[in-house]
């Protein structure tokens, strides 16, 4: 490496340690050790300070850069938007927001209105908020309460934590926005009940449980991530989802389902829900909306949900009375048109259910090899690997095992995820959620890491 650079390279990295406060991260660790830098990304290779290549597994560490790294289309469609109009209030439009929001509506059938953001906990707050809105004036202020379920994840706000079931993750950030109301998780494999039988049409029951004991009249809204992501990789059993859509017509509750993870592509249909025939009355999504190259996140409601904020006859403060600064930047809207059209030109959904079916066969074929792995779940491009000490009593494997493995698959050059800071006791899962441009050899290279590590960890 030439000594200028390497130089330069050491400035920042010790610039980063004195003056930036990395996320999730303990910086005691940083008193002995530098922190890491990205540096570079291509495809679905990172290159880190130090030069050293790794393959990402987690598609920038959090389940965001669906289309791959040095997408230089992208980067182009942003630059000539911002030299055009760079930003304006959104109470203006906008033609990249505009053209967007016609371009998503016509993947979202069903769905008519798009509300921007730059962030998934933005974007799940406007639902709250509008849900509040919707109580106040057209319920009486009763129909208030929102139910979010437990393992799900809704954003890191206060509000949003109020709305999360992960206690690790709202531990010491108390106390929370009330009228949030938890129901029962439905991860089959950690069972509730007695029986297994019909799983999906109980989990959905308890949901019915709560409605009653909180009183109908009283709950406005159910909040759900589609699949379970930091939570566990959770996919709700068959019966589940029809169930739920049953229960919230009867009882007038709105369906809010939280795609922010699965939205554009991760489960290899534009969005998951899609794949279990819901209606849902909001969805909110983010990461994939433009591959992590611009913020944007979006709240996309029905024309019905729209109507309940138009008359203003009824109430001169009757509109939806919210700004996010950042919805208005353009830069968000013109890379999801461009991050759309790539997923469209490589038929990246259909790779990302090939694909997805090989990454499944690969991590049962470690299930059937390793004792430890006791369940292997996921859909698409996204797959948990739940790790126990023991298959028979299910006993979680413990939390230091399963960041052995994370890190030693990290020294192979794969960078893989786990359940972090989410649930005492169950953070014991390994998570997945490559690229949608994966290929065989991305897939295989990931498993094949995952197998080394296992097999150091454990035996």
């Given at each position: 490496?030439?000594?200028?650079?390497?130089?330069?390279?050491?400035?920042?990295?010790?610039?980063?340690?004195?003056?930036?406060?990395?996320?999730?991260?303990?910086?005691?660790?940083?008193?002995?050790?530098?922190?890491?830098?990205?540096?570079?990304?291509?495809?679905?290779?990172?290159?880190?300070?130090?030069?050293?290549?790794?393959?990402?597994?987690?598609?920038?560490?959090?389940?965001?850069?669906?289309v791959g790294y040095g997408r230089e289309s992208i980067a182009d469609a942003v630059r000539d938007q911002l030299v055009k109009i760079n930003f304006f209030a959104n109470s203006m439009g906008s033609v990249p927001g505009a053209k967007f929001a016609q371009k998503l509506i016509t993947k979202m059938p069903g769905m008519s209105r798009v509300f921007y953001s730059s962030s998934g906990s933005e974007a799940n707050e406007k639902v709250f908020k509008m849900v509040r809105q919707i109580s106040h004036q057209h319920h009486?202020?009763?129909?208030?309460?929102?139910?979010?379920?437990?393992?799900?994840?809704?954003?890191?706000?206060?509000?949003?934590?109020?709305?999360?079931?992960?206690?690790?993750?709202?531990?010491?950030?108390?106390?929370?926005?009330?009228?949030?109301?938890?129901?029962?998780?439905?991860?089959?494999?950690?069972?509730?009940?007695?029986?297994?039988?019909?799983?999906?049409?109980?989990?959905?029951?308890?949901?019915?449980?709560?409605?009653?004991?909180?009183?109908?009249?009283?709950?406005?809204?159910?909040?759900?991530?589609?699949?379970?992501?930091?939570?566990?990789?959770?996919?709700?059993?068959?019966?589940?989802w029809e169930r739920v859509q049953d229960i919230c017509s009867r009882y007038d509750v709105l369906l809010h389902l939280d795609e922010v993870v699965c939205g554009l592509g991760r489960l290899g249909t534009w969005f998951g829900?899609?794949?279990?025939?819901?209606?849902?009355?909001?969805?909110?999504?983010?990461?994939?909306?433009?591959?992590?190259?611009?913020?944007?996140?979006?709240?996309?409601?029905?024309?019905?949900?729209?109507?309940?904020?138009?008359?203003?006859?009824?109430?001169?403060?009757?509109?939806?009375?919210?700004?996010?600064t950042y919805g208005g930047c353009t830069a968000g809207p013109a890379a999801a048109l461009e991050n759309m059209r790539i997923i469209e030109a490589e038929k990246l959904l259909e790779?990302?259910?090939m694909m997805g079916r090989r990454l499944m066969t690969n991590l049962q074929v470690l299930q059937d090899k390793h004792a430890v792995v006791g369940d292997v779940r996921g859909r698409g491009l996204f797959a948990g690997v739940e790790l126990v000490s023991d298959r028979h009593t299910k006993l979680p494997a413990d939390e230091a095992h399963v960041q052995a493995v994370v890190s030693h698959c990290l020294a192979q050059g794969v960078i893989i995820g786990m359940t972090n800071r989410a649930l005492t006791g169950f953070n014991n899962t390994l998570c997945l959620a490559p690229a949608l441009i994966a290929k065989t050899d991305d897939i295989d290279q990931i498993t094949d890491a995952i197998d080394r590590a296992l097999t150091h960890v454990f035996h």
């Open positions: 490496m030439d000594a200028i650079i390497q130089d330069e390279i050491l400035g920042t990295v010790a610039a980063d340690r004195a003056h930036v406060w990395h996320h999730m991260t303990q910086h005691k660790a940083f008193e002995v050790q530098d922190p890491t830098l990205i540096v570079e990304g291509k495809g679905m290779k990172v290159w880190n300070a130090a030069g050293k290549e790794h393959l990402d597994a987690v598609s920038g560490g959090v389940w965001t850069v669906n009486g202020g009763r129909k208030s309460k929102i139910l979010y379920r437990e393992r799900d994840y809704h954003g890191t706000t206060i509000t949003a934590l109020s709305a999360g079931g992960q206690n690790e993750r709202s531990a010491h950030y108390g106390p929370f926005t009330p009228g949030f109301v938890p129901v029962p998780h439905c991860l089959e494999y950690r069972s509730q009940f007695e029986s297994a039988e019909c799983y999906g049409e109980r989990a959905a029951d308890a949901i019915e449980a709560v409605i009653l004991r909180e009183g109908p009249d009283t709950v406005g809204a159910l909040c759900l991530e589609t699949l379970t992501a930091g939570g566990g990789v959770i996919v709700p059993p068959t019966g589940y829900y899609q794949q279990f025939d819901i209606k849902p009355d909001f969805v909110t999504m983010a990461k994939g909306v433009a591959s992590g190259y611009a913020a944007i996140s979006c709240t996309v409601t029905t024309e019905a949900i729209f109507d309940m904020f138009k008359d203003e006859t009824l109430d001169p403060l009757g509109y939806f009375r919210d700004i996010s790779n990302t259910f």
